[in-house]
């Protein structure tokens, strides 16, 4: 009776393995440098599962970037796990991650020199996770869940893998507008923990623009109070904003804040007096103010006091100072601007005037040890600043970007590449295509000016976006460009041998309570439940 009973159940899982066959998983995304993997695969149990830190490792037990991380990837690796102590047949054997690190920098923030390389083997009972700093670990950790799969019956296995992964492009960002409408933190929050799904690894926090003033300065009060939304609900404190550098910083995420100048400032002038260009009408006050006031000392007095704030708020090594769309029309209607660009002999070129402006701007936080950031103006308008400020492109279509491209790398400039990504523009059909097929190194230049491209970034504009519809509209879109920033061009040169990849992501995302809309006709095994 026992032989007959164990030839069934041998039977039984014979007929599991033929319905459901040799399983792979349709694809890391982004894809990584070098993968390789078999139709060999091993069992993995949550309750036999185990995060270990090596023999060897430098980080180790208490290092809080790698232990947060194997609570957050726990349930992402085991989605269906609810704790109820019921142990499977195959799960009997215990399944060892072990990750080890060259260099222990548990405490510190992400920058732009950390390096993102990891390498991944999955083979027997095992995965060995090896990086040179914890941010290649997190990266790893992150390809180690996209490898994980269910069958039919809810069973978990990972197939035999050898990877070796780093990033293309040093500096993989998106833009959220927080000043257009404002956002509150938990959904800036998950926005942070998608960007970690698809391995971007800065957060540009565009926080204040005409409309708001939502950041609420120490040492300036008055231009939230004043300057936001509403002074109490539609604010972020110094707490809010220290918890969104910290959960960045826990998955490898720069945050870059930008506070745009001298163009873009309406909602500051209304909680510092004498800080907004009066315009003229004829000789009169119009009762309107332009863009800062560049003229008067106690512009750039208040400049250094906020900036110095900023400073030491924002820990990353870069601040972005905007420096676009000045409009010089008020500036050329007051008498006083006038004056002043008859004494410093700007004649009436105006972009001289927004030069002497930004480059005010830029002293200022070079001398507090920040290196600037500033939208691709600056440079058209032939500015003097120094060489280690990195120059944004927004405009254009291809053939203008490229030239861009081109003339800056020409003068030494590092580069950051955003107009073909403002992904806050929708229209109907799989528009994700265009972004994938982006070649941000398609331009006339030597090897050397390419190295000077050093990233790019996609930029979601709030004019039509909040908390009620941002997440659909970012993902998968954005996911698009996180492969273009990551992965090898020639290996993803195929948008159709994308799209089953992408898809599966979405899917993945869908499952993490990421609201992705869908690519196009399907389904998810696992489909949004509402709520």
């Known amino acids: 009776?026992?032989?007959?009973?164990?030839?069934?159940?041998?039977?039984y899982l014979l007929l599991i393995f033929l319905q459901n066959g040799p399983h792979m998983v349709e694809g890391v995304w982004p894809l990584p440098q070098t993968l390789t993997s078999s139709t060999e695969r091993y069992p993995?149990?949550?309750?036999?599962?185990?995060?270990?830190?090596?023999?060897?490792?430098?980080?180790?037990?208490?290092?809080?970037?790698?232990?947060?991380?194997?609570?957050?990837y726990f349930p992402l690796i085991f989605p269906d796990y609810t704790g109820n102590g019921v142990l499977r047949f195959y799960a009997d054997k215990p399944f060892h991650l072990v990750i080890t690190v060259d260099r222990d920098d548990c405490e510190s923030y992400p920058n732009e020199d950390s390096s993102e390389r990891y390498n991944l083997s999955v083979s027997g009972r095992q995965a060995s996770l090896n990086a040179e700093g914890v941010w290649g670990a997190l990266r790893g950790l992150e390809t180690f869940s996209q490898l994980v799969y269910q069958d039919d019956f809810g069973s978990y296995f990972v197939n035999k893998t050898e990877i070796v992964d780093f990033p293309r492009f040093q500096f993989r960002g998106i833009l959220l507008d927080t000043s257009r409408h404002y956002l509150p933190v938990q959904t800036i929050l998950q926005t942070l923990d998608a960007m970690a799904y698809s391995k971007f690894n800065v957060f540009h926090w565009h926080i204040v623009d005409d409309p708001s003033f939502p950041y609420q300065s120490r040492t300036y009060p008055d231009l939230s109070s004043k300057g936001a939304f509403h002074p109490m609900t539609h604010v972020?404190?110094?707490?809010?904003v220290r918890r969104v550098i910290s959960h960045a910083r826990l998955r490898g995420i720069r945050v870059l804040p930008e506070f745009d100048s001298p163009g873009?400032?309406?909602?500051w002038g209304k909680g510092q007096s004498d800080l907004l260009t009066p315009c003229y009408r004829g000789s009169s006050f119009s009762g309107t103010f332009g863009p800062v006031n560049p003229v008067l000392p106690s512009t750039y007095q208040f400049m250094a006091r906020l900036f110095k704030e900023v400073s030491l708020v924002f820990p990353d090594s870069h601040i972005h100072l905007g420096g676009d769309e000045v409009?010089?029309?008020?500036?050329?209607?007051?008498?006083?601007?006038?004056?002043?660009?008859k004494k410093?002999?700007?004649?009436?070129?105006?972009?001289?005037?927004?030069?002497?402006?930004?480059?005010?701007?830029?002293?200022i936080t070079s001398a507090l040890k920040k290196t600037a950031i500033v939208w691709q103006d600056v440079f058209d308008y032939h500015e003097l600043i120094p060489k280690d400020t990195v120059l944004h492109i927004w405009k254009g279509k291809p053939a203008s970007y490229q030239a861009e491209l081109s003339r800056m790398t020409k003068a030494g400039m590092k580069v950051l590449l955003a107009a073909p990504w403002y992904i806050n523009h929708i229209s109907y059909g799989q528009d994700w295509r265009e972004y994938y097929n982006v070649q941000p190194?398609?331009?006339?230049?030597?090897?050397?000016?390419?190295?000077?491209?050093?990233?790019g970034?996609?930029?979601?504009?709030?004019?039509?976006v909040d908390a009620t519809n941002l997440t659909p509209r970012l993902w998968p879109r954005a996911s698009a460009a996180a492969e273009r920033l990551w992965s090898d061009e020639k290996q993803t040169s195929s948008v159709d041998k994308a799209f089953p990849r992408l898809q599966d992501f979405r899917c993945r995302l869908v499952r993490r309570g990421i609201r992705a809309e869908p690519l196009y006709v399907g389904h998810c095994k696992h489909e949004y439940q509402g709520g």
Request: negative net charge; proline residues 3%.
């Open 1 to 11: 009776m026992e032989a007959a009973c164990f030839v069934t159940f041998a039977h």
């Open 44 to 72: 993995l149990g949550p309750e036999a599962f185990y995060f270990e830190y090596g023999s060897q490792s430098a980080a180790q037990q208490g290092c809080s970037v790698l232990d947060g991380a194997f609570m957050r």
């Open 236 to 240: 972020y404190t110094q707490s809010d």
């Open 264 to 267: 873009h400032t309406a909602s």
């Open 327 to 341: 409009n010089f029309s008020c500036w050329s209607s007051n008498p006083d601007v006038r004056a002043f660009m």
């Open 344 to 363: 410093m002999g700007f004649g009436k070129d105006f972009t001289k005037l927004e030069a002497f402006y930004m480059e005010n701007i830029v002293n």
């Open 441 to 455: 190194l398609d331009f006339p230049g030597t090897e050397e000016q390419k190295k000077l491209v050093i990233g």
């Open 457 to 464: 970034e996609v930029c979601m504009w709030g004019e039509y």
